[in-house]
Each structure stands twice: as structure tokens, then as C-alpha cells.
């Protein structure tokens, strides 16, 4: 059934630009549609889903939700924080943003602990769920823990010093994160949760590995109690995750999230993942929304041949690829351009051209690995 789903989502995304085929899948929509109903209700939008290695179904699109002063503002068109020196997280951004984008159809929703929007996404859900808008099985919320400080950007309480714990420290921590985030989202359950980092950034302290094999063991743990219906990993390498299951973890991650763009391409990580059954997501797949990714003359090209926008194209290579994309936006009318991926289909040159054009000097990347 998993299978005939995806065709179903792919083919109702067919339905908008080719009605002429309407009839022909017209009969296998209905009865899909009564499958997947009593499968998971979060299949029913136009988002295509992933098939986890546990059966756990993850929509294809996320909301992103680390909204940073440095992206723009409708309200703020020079997009520069109101107090020039503020530099931070500005969780505010996510009510209305992620109103609309509940409106649209979008169901999975992305967020991490130093994020600092998990009380505000609590709130909107809690709005939604109080009118019966949707119901907790609708959603499927990714959440992360496990990050390490970065001076002036995350704030005390959010971070752990992943440098000097114990492995010991690290689990009571890790659990302690954990049920802050519920508590934070006002939800019993999160539907997948990452550890955010493997180490602090480029760090090549010895005893990072005994830190991550710990706090993989309290995820395990959370797992089985029913606190995560899935469990992975974010920014991890190749080594990262070798080195998890050769150290003793029970669990191979389910999801593997790391920085993806045309921009950003690592198909070593990315080939082993899918080699492995990992499934992949992709954050910051505008390249953080930086004009030299979006103004790409080779992208636009690609994307006026489909008559789409540069972003939907950059993120549709993404789809193509197996990627769930996570584009980040406060802006409504982005939002529906951002859904709008899966309404076209790249052609097997452009997905080559697009595989040519990376350049790594741009994001944050993977760390070194250690
Ligand atoms: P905005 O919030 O004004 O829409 P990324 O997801 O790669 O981190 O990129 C996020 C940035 O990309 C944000 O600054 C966001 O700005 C911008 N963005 C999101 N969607 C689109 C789009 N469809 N076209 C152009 N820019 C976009």
C-alpha cells in the first residue's frame, strides 16, 4: 500500500497542470484515498510522503520554523531587524506564518529546541485543535535536541556544553530536553526527534562519541516509551553514524537531516543514507534564501522552461532526489509558491545540470567528523 500511496500523491499533484489524465487515475484516487484515510489522516493534503524504515509516513514539505533576524520581514521589506544590534531568534514570526501555512495544507512542521518557536507553534496548534480545525493525528511535528551554544545567538537553557559532559550528564540532560519540548509544544508525542548536532561545531574533542552513543540511547528509550513515533539524526556523517552503531545503538537513525541545496550538494552522506534506509531531509534548500542561489542564471532558465519560480525549481531537484524539503518562510504568498513543488516535473537533463552546479562556499555544512 506505502507504494500505491506515493503514486496516488504523485499523481494528484499531476491532476493540476494535466487535467486531460484526470480520468485515468480518477478511479485509483478513490479508492487510495479510503486507504490512506484509515493509514495516516496527514496523507490526505497534496504533499506526497516518505515511507520512514519503521512504516511512520513523513510529509515531503515541512514549515520551517528558525526564524533568525536575518531573514526578511513583509512588515520590515529591508529586511533588517528593528534594533540594528539585535541578533537572535524571533519566534513571534511563527503565528502568522504558520497559521497560513496550516490554511494551505501544510502538515509537518520542523522545529528545534533553540529555536525558541516550539511555544509558539503549542499556541497555533492549540487554537487549531480548541475550534477542531485539525486533530494531533493531522500533524506530523519534527523537533530537535541535543545543540551546543553559539555565543549570541542561542540563548541559556537551550543549549548543552557538548565539549565537557559527562555521558552520564548527557542523558539526564537529554531526557530533561526532551520533556521540555513536549511541555514547550503541548503535545504527549512528537512524530520524529533529531539530535540537532553530533558535536559542537568543527569540535574534535575525544569523548564526542561516547556524548552521542548516550544521548542516542535516551532517544531509544524515548522511542519505546511512545514519546517519538520516530527517532534520527541531524548534520551526522557518514563516520557519525558508523561509528553510532559500532558503539552499541539498538536503533539505526530513521532520518538523517542535513544542509541541502543546488548549492549544496553532498552525495557522499546522501548515498549512504538512502543506501541504508535513512531517510533524508533537506534544510535551508534555498541556500538560506541568498540571492546568488535564487538569482542563478542556470536555475532561472530551468525554471522559466517549466514556468515556475527559481525556488520552486531548486527545491523540486530536491524532491527529485528523495529529499523532504523544509524551505523556511513568513510570508504567504512564499509559503504557497514553496507548496507549489509538487506540481511540475524536472526532465532527467535538467536534474543533471542542476547535480553540476553546486558550490560549497555557501551555509553552514557538515561538521568535521569527529
Ligand atoms: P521570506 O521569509 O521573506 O519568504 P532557507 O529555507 O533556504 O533557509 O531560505 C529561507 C529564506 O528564503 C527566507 O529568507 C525566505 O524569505 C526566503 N524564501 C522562502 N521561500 C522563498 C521563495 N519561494 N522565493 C524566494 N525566497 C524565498
Known sequence: QIPAMYYFHAATGLYFRMPSIFVQFFLLTFLTVENSAVQSPICNSMIPSISLSNGVEMPQLAMGTCFRDTMKDENNPSGLPLNPNFFGFLPERTHRALTHALAMGYRHIDTALVYRSQKA??????SHFASGALTR?????TSKLYH???????????????ENMTPEEVSVAVETQFETILEELNLGYVDLMLLHWPAEMDSKHEGNAARRLAAWKVLEDCFSRGWARSIGVSNFSEAHIEQLMEDGAKILPMVNQIEASVYKQWNGIADYC????????????????KASLLADPILAGIASKHNVEPAQAAMRYLVQLGYAILPLSTSEKRLGQNMGVFSFELDDTDMETLGKLKSMNEGIGLPSPY
Not at 507553534?121 to 492549540?126: F, K, N, P
Not at 537553557?157 to 557538548?162: F, P, V
Not at 538512502?274 to 534564501?289: E, H, Q
Open 121 to 126: 507553534i503549542g499556541s497555533v496548534l492549540a
Open 137 to 141: 493525528e493531522d500533524l506530523f511535528i
Open 148 to 162: 551546543g551554544s553559539m555565543p549570541g545567538l542561542t540563548r541559556k537553557g537551550t543549549t548543552l556544553d557538548l
Open 274 to 289: 538512502r543506501g541504508k534506509g535513512i531517510g533524508l531531509m533537506a534544510y535551508s534548500p534555498l541556500g538560506m534564501g
